[in-house]
């Protein structure tokens, strides 16, 4: 009874760590004048990774000496690479295609999107053309990501300056998703990787034995 016991513990511990939220906040900002800033941290319980930016590693230089003369390469033959991507390439683009459609529609969701403007020209009529133009293409952005993915809230600030000469742009974005969706798109990977070997290995085959007949 214990073991049952036991048992049933890890099972609710593996459901429960599969189904805790894997959080991706992005940000950037650009200010006229200075340089732009991004960065990217992902958020999983109460551990956190910073992704980006990624501090540079000091590369120590080494001196690599090579002896003897280097053997010639063998040619490949240009015509089996491209037969074999002729053969691959209906189930590679189908894989492709399902795990872009299942991170788009299930996968991931926009928990939250805050886009923010704060411009402004030497022309005030440049200002307020530039301001019918944002608001036009942010709400477009923000329609096709409504329609096809998961949008939970979004804020947008755009703010035309007649008087000043500026620009300030700011993005921010917080996704999440969790280990099951990462778990199904595994599963689409490895179905579309087996696919694509099986065929390699056949059309190897095939032109062994083709070449075994000549």
Not at 59 to 82: C, F, H, I, M, N
């Amino acid at each position: 009874m214990t073991a049952v016991w036991i048992l049933l513990g890890i099972t609710a511990l593996f459901i429960v760590l599969f189904s805790v939220r894997i959080s991706v906040d992005i940000s950037f900002s650009a200010d006229k004048g200075s340089s732009s800033e991004y960065a990217a941290e992902l958020r999983y319980w109460f551990l956190r990774f910073k992704i980006l930016p990624k501090e540079k590693a000091a590369v120590k230089a080494e001196d690599k000496k090579t002896g003897g003369e280097e053997k010639p390469k063998k040619k490949r033959s240009v015509q089996s690479p491209l037969r074999l991507l002729k053969e691959v390439y209906p189930d590679l683009k189908d894989g492709l295609f399902k795990i872009l459609g299942y991170i788009l529609t299930k996968a991931v969701t926009i928990n939250e999107l805050n886009i923010s403007a704060d411009f402004g020209f030497d022309d005030p009529s440049k200002t307020g053309m530039t301001t019918g133009a944002a608001y036009a293409a942010v709400y477009n952005i923000i329609g096709l990501l409504d329609k096809h993915m998961k949008l939970r809230k979004r804020t947008v600030s755009i703010d035309p300056d007649f008087d000043e000469e500026k620009m300030k742009i700011g993005v921010f974005a917080s996704l999440y998703t969790n280990m099951w969706h990462i778990l199904a798109i595994g599963g689409i990977f490895i179905k579309t990787a087996v696919k694509i070997l099986f065929k390699s290995w056949r059309l190897g085959k095939n032109e062994q034995s083709g070449n075994g007949n000549d």
